[in-house]
């Protein structure tokens, strides 16, 4: 009986992604929970996330760098990787910290606060908690906030 390989060499980030963390599973990178299901990805969770980025026009570094600028935000900005549809990113650590979970907002439907962590509620009723205060998350979402109003078109 041949085994099933559940690695894949590459994925996209998608209106259906919840979140990428390090795989301790299949020998693979990276792993990618989905609102239908979990992946498994040979690449890390910052190529992917940068992957992401430029299929919707810019680098990783360009947007993180365009956070920074516009909002005075210097650790871990939230990353816009396509505010058409709603993506928006944000990491739990150093993106290069081998415990970064990089979180995407759109499938979040609440979040929970204890002493300094706090527990992510997705859509597909799973949940993750992340070692996040709450004035960290709050600093976040403020953040992603005012990246909303100030490219708001209308």
């Given at each position: 009986m041949s085994q099933i390989d559940l690695r894949s060499y590459t994925y996209q980030i998608s209106d259906q992604t919840?979140?990428?963390?390090?795989?301790?599973?299949y020998n693979a990178v990276s792993e990618i929970v989905a609102l239908d299901r979990?992946?498994?990805?040979?690449?890390?969770?910052?190529?992917?996330?940068?992957q992401a980025c430029v299929?919707?026009?810019s680098t990783y570094m360009g947007r993180a760098d365009a956070m920074r600028a516009i909002f005075n935000i210097h650790y871990n900005p939230p990353i816009p990787i396509d505010p058409e549809q709603g993506?928006?990113?944000?990491?739990?650590?150093?993106?290069h910290h081998e415990d970064c979970?990089?979180?995407?907002?759109?499938?979040?439907?609440?979040?929970?606060?204890?002493?300094?962590?706090?527990?992510?509620?997705?859509k597909n009723n799973r949940s993750l908690r992340v070692d996040l205060s709450k004035r960290r998350i709050d600093r976040l979402c403020?953040?992603?906030?005012?990246y909303i109003l100030h490219f708001r078109k209308d």
């Open positions: 919840c979140y990428i963390q390090a795989a301790k599973r979990t992946y498994y990805s040979m690449q890390t969770s910052l190529k992917i996330i940068d299929m919707y026009g993506l928006y990113a944000f990491a739990t650590h150093s993106p979970i990089w979180i995407i907002t759109k499938n979040i439907i609440r979040i929970r606060h204890g002493n300094n962590y706090s527990m992510i509620y997705f403020s953040c992603l906030y005012q």
